[in-house]
């Protein structure tokens, strides 16, 4: 118990000093693991997604950041006994800003998604794309000068309606948890 309060002690101390001034550079990598509800009728499934953010600080504390996401999906669906299995990946990519208070941020993005899905019934390949809003928080803890280990959770909803091949509304949530590295370029 005194280990951790120790640590947490520590933590604060470290997180007191901690600011990011006007024309800093944080460049974000994570790796996380998403489950996803595409529609209220569906069941949920797993995923793991590799994400990427480059934030520039406009002023102290607050970030502009562009966005970078590639996730790639395999799962089975089970239709009146009979299962069918799908692939399919996506890019998406997004504006938005981060603010920051001592070692923790919230942040919100406007993300785009360019969809590319494999038919297991046809050889063509089918393309969409839809818009989210993500909301996301975390904490940075310090590992070394500059660098970082984010932990951090998101909140993705999706908005208006499918384009492309894909057609409907845009019902799409996902709540996702991961743990990444941050760098600053001071």
Sequence with gaps: M?????????????????AFDPGEKLIWGEVGFSSIKEDKDCDPYSVFNLDTMVG?????????????????????????KESSTYNYSDILIGLGGSFFIKNFYVGTHFLYELLSEKSEYSKDEESGNAMFLEFDGGYLVPLIENVFIDIGANYVMGIGEYGGDAEGDNTYSSFNVGAGIVVNLP
């Design 2 to 18: 005194k280990k951790i309060i120790a640590l947490v002690v520590c933590l604060l101390i470290t997180a007191s000093a901690f």
């Design 56 to 80: 520039y600080f406009l002023m102290k504390d607050i970030s502009i950041d562009v966005v970078l996401s590639w996730n790639n999906y395999h799962y089975k669906e089970t239709y009146d």
